[in-house]
């Protein structure tokens, strides 16, 4: 009989509830999104997405069991995003998890949420470990060897920017809003990846630095005046921050005999990025679906499965950058 999980993710912007079998068919998956409500704003802000959060995370998760055909009664987990992610939003999506687990005496899992990501490759695929893993997000930009499904390794990250905060802060400079990511991306299309020579940042092994980049653009756009090139500047700036992602993550790929390497984070969904590793990758690639690079409860119920270990009632969350 399978293995049923409910994950509920509320680490930052999204409330989502997905029920998930065995860790690789999701039965159900919805995600109530705040982009709107937060791009007045030019960002997340922390207190309103709590509070929202908290005005529709049960919904959701009424949403996900009823899709799925599922009763509480039949799981045999109720996973939440422990950190890391904003304090505030954490707690909404642990309370909902605590009320339910308590209430239909089920099993509490606490997930990490860059595991979550990582976790993310499992769906509707065969992949299993060991394999090496590019985890890129607002908050985070890390290369990872994981030998199991629970141990990682980080072989380098980011020393300053993540590369998707380094996409938010380009894409504020090219006057794209919120959020910066997708704006860039698309727009980058259309324009010439080699119109503008932008550094890659000199960093030692499997490291990475962003913020000269973010300097470079910068300084570029205060000398051109407007009307700005800016889709010759979002490819020129992607160009550079694909070329780094791709050149060290195949290199660890190499170093390490590798047999599979993986895309995660919400960074992952870039059409350049996922092109130039499925073009260039000695090895096989694994990357979600789109839609569950960004934020989603079912890479939470596929973590539950794989790596999760219960909890108590008192379990409480982390709080870093999301």
């Given at each position: 009989?399978?293995?049923?999980?409910l994950?509920?993710?509320?680490?930052?912007?999204?409330?989502?509830?997905?029920?998930?079998?065995?860790?690789?068919?999701?039965?159900?998956?919805?995600?109530?999104?705040?982009?709107?409500?937060h791009?007045?704003?030019?960002?997340?802000?922390?207190?309103?997405?709590a509070?929202?959060?908290?005005?529709?995370?049960?919904?959701?998760?009424?949403?996900?069991?009823?899709?799925a055909?599922?009763?509480?009664?039949?799981?045999?987990?109720?996973?939440?995003?422990?950190g890391?992610?904003?304090?505030?939003?954490?707690?909404?999506?642990?309370?909902?998890?605590?009320?339910?687990?308590?209430?239909?005496?089920?099993?509490?899992?606490?997930?990490?949420?860059?595991?979550?990501?990582?976790?993310?490759?499992?769906?509707?695929?065969d992949?299993?470990?060991?394999?090496?893993?590019?985890?890129v997000?607002?908050?985070?930009?890390?290369?990872?060897h994981?030998?199991?499904?629970?141990?990682?390794?980080?072989?380098?990250?980011?020393?300053?920017?993540?590369?998707?905060?380094?996409?938010?802060?380009?894409?504020?400079?090219?006057?794209?809003?919120?959020?910066?990511?997708?704006?860039?991306?698309?727009l980058?299309?259309?324009?010439?990846?080699?119109?503008?020579?932008?550094?890659e940042?000199?960093?030692?092994?499997?490291?990475?630095?962003?913020?000269?980049?973010?300097?470079?653009?910068?300084?570029?756009?205060?000398?051109?005046?407007q009307?700005?090139?800016?889709?010759d500047?979002?490819?020129?700036?992607?160009?550079?921050?694909?070329?780094?992602?791709?050149?060290?993550?195949?290199?660890?790929?190499?170093?390490?005999?590798?047999?599979?390497?993986?895309?995660?984070?919400g960074?992952?969904?870039?059409i350049?990025?996922?092109?130039?590793?499925?073009?260039?990758?000695?090895?096989?690639?694994?990357?979600?679906?789109?839609?569950?690079?960004?934020?989603?409860?079912?890479?939470?119920?596929?973590?539950?499965?794989?790596?999760?270990?219960?909890?108590?009632?008192?379990?409480?969350?982390?709080?870093?950058?999301?």
């Amino acid at each position: 009989m399978a293995k049923l999980y409910l994950g509920i993710e509320t680490s930052c912007d999204e409330t989502a509830a997905a029920v998930v079998a065995d860790g690789r068919r999701v039965l159900s998956s919805k995600l109530l999104s705040q982009i709107e409500l937060h791009g007045q704003f030019g960002g997340v802000v922390p207190e309103v997405a709590a509070r929202k959060h908290l005005e529709t995370v049960n919904l959701v998760i009424e949403d996900a069991l009823t899709a799925a055909g599922v009763a509480p009664v039949e799981l045999d987990g109720i996973a939440f995003t422990a950190g890391p992610g904003l304090v505030g939003t954490l707690l909404a999506g642990m309370s909902a998890a605590k009320s339910y687990a308590w209430a239909f005496d089920r099993p509490l899992i606490a997930v990490d949420h860059l595991l979550s990501h990582v976790c993310a490759n499992y769906l509707d695929t065969d992949l299993e470990p060991p394999f090496i893993a590019l985890l890129v997000s607002g908050g985070h930009t890390q290369i990872v060897h994981f030998e199991d499904y629970r141990t990682g390794k980080i072989l380098g990250q980011t020393l300053d920017d993540a590369a998707g905060e380094a996409y938010d802060k380009v894409a504020r400079l090219l006057g794209l809003g919120y959020p910066g990511g997708p704006a860039i991306d698309q727009l980058a299309q259309a324009g010439n990846p080699r119109a503008f020579n932008f550094p890659e940042g000199v960093v030692s092994g499997y490291d990475f630095s962003f913020s000269g980049l973010k300097t470079a653009v910068l300084r570029c756009v205060q000398k051109l005046g407007q009307p700005l090139p800016a889709a010759d500047l979002a490819a020129s700036f992607q160009e550079a921050v694909t070329k780094v992602l791709v050149k060290k993550t195949l290199q660890a790929c190499v170093q390490l005999n590798a047999r599979r390497l993986v895309l995660a984070g919400g960074v992952a969904a870039n059409i350049t990025l996922r092109e130039k590793f499925l073009s260039m990758s000695p090895v096989p690639v694994y990357c979600p679906q789109v839609a569950l690079c960004t934020d989603n409860a079912a890479m939470v119920a596929a973590a539950a499965f794989f790596c999760g270990v219960p909890v108590g009632l008192e379990a409480s969350v982390y709080s870093r950058q999301c």
